[in-house]
């Protein structure tokens, strides 16, 4: 007798490199989609960090009535570390000695990171380099003293249009923005004329690709030796890195096409990486008295 069980029929090769050509159409097509979704998220929670760094300085203002300094002197702690206690890290604030220098703290001071001072579309705080790898030297020794590495972190204080504080005796200027070393007058919110909305207070900073953790782009947040790695300038001297590749020391993201920045409000706003370097200017001064055009 015949056995009724046919012989099973597989898959031709023809056929099966149908269907993994027709998989692959489907993954490309999904991959972009997929990339845009988690960069919207990402976004999204950098522009949250900045704002609850906004809101942080406002609490700032309103126990101390000013902002705080873009450090408190050369070689001591910056805005980064004594904002901690109004980001709820003030475990790693204790830790700090605001009357010793940078380069005296305990390793747990310096090196610890804060979450919240990472935007995810570049980094986070557990992505390697956590801690500097170049740049944070004394340099008033002679040679630079021995590397003291520092957390990093990619957001920046606004130092206005002149990337100075007001600490480097040898230059012979006044500092135009929102943030200035403590041993200047303070910088209040009433000082701000030009309209807390109207002004940057922080914004994600530059840092090209291939320099994590290396000053002078990305040196340890904390460390008031080096402002240029927790503070940056805005307008025709200092223009927003167009893509994250530009060797430039400014402001700057990894999200496509905009910088975001926490204005004085506490409210965030992303902003062209196109956007006219005078009109920048406008907004890093908070006390020009000039318009700002609609851009």
Not at 42 to 56: F, K, M, P, S, Y
Not at 181 to 195: E, H, K, M, N, R
Not at 209 to 234: E, T, W
Request: hydrophobic share 35%; charged share 15%; proline share 9%.
């Amino acid at each position: 007798m015949r056995s009724g069980r046919g012989t099973a029929r597989g898959f031709t090769l023809i056929e099966l490199l149908v269907v993994v050509s027709l998989v692959g159409v489907l993954l490309g097509l999904l991959l972009p989609a997929i990339q845009k979704v988690r960069e919207a998220a990402n976004r999204v929670a950098c522009g949250n960090n900045l704002r609850q760094i906004g809101i942080a300085l406002h609490q700032y203002h309103f126990d101390n009535n000013q902002l705080p300094p873009s450090r408190l002197n050369d070689f001591h702690a910056t805005w980064a570390v004594l904002l901690l206690p109004y980001l709820e890290e003030d475990n790693l604030f204790n830790q700090w000695q605001l009357d010793g220098s940078y380069y005296d703290q305990s390793d747990s001071a310096r090196q610890t990171p804060v979450r919240g001072y990472f935007c995810p579309s570049r980094r986070t705080s557990s992505t390697p380099p956590v801690v500097s790898i170049s740049g944070d030297q004394n340099d008033e020794q002679f040679p630079f003293g021995p590397l003291t590495p520092g957390a990093l972190g990619d957001y920046a204080a606004s130092l206005g249009t002149k990337a100075i504080d007001g600490v480097d005796l040898k230059v012979q200027d006044t500092p135009d923005g929102p943030f200035v070393a403590g041993t200047l007058p303070p910088v209040t919110f009433a000082s701000i004329t030009d309209g807390l909305s109207n002004t940057l207070l922080i914004g994600e900073k530059h840092v090209p690709l291939g320099a994590f953790g290396q000053g002078v782009y990305d040196c340890s947040l904390y460390n008031g030796d080096y402002p240029s790695c927790n503070c940056r300038a805005a307008g025709p001297r200092w223009p927003m890195a167009q893509t994250p590749a530009d060797n430039s020391i400014g402001f700057g993201s990894y999200h496509p096409g905009v910088c975001q920045f926490v204005m004085g409000d506490a409210s965030v706003r992303p902003i062209s990486v196109n956007t006219d370097p005078a009109i920048m200017a406008l907004l890093a001064n908070p006390a020009d008295g000039q318009p700002i055009p609609n851009f």
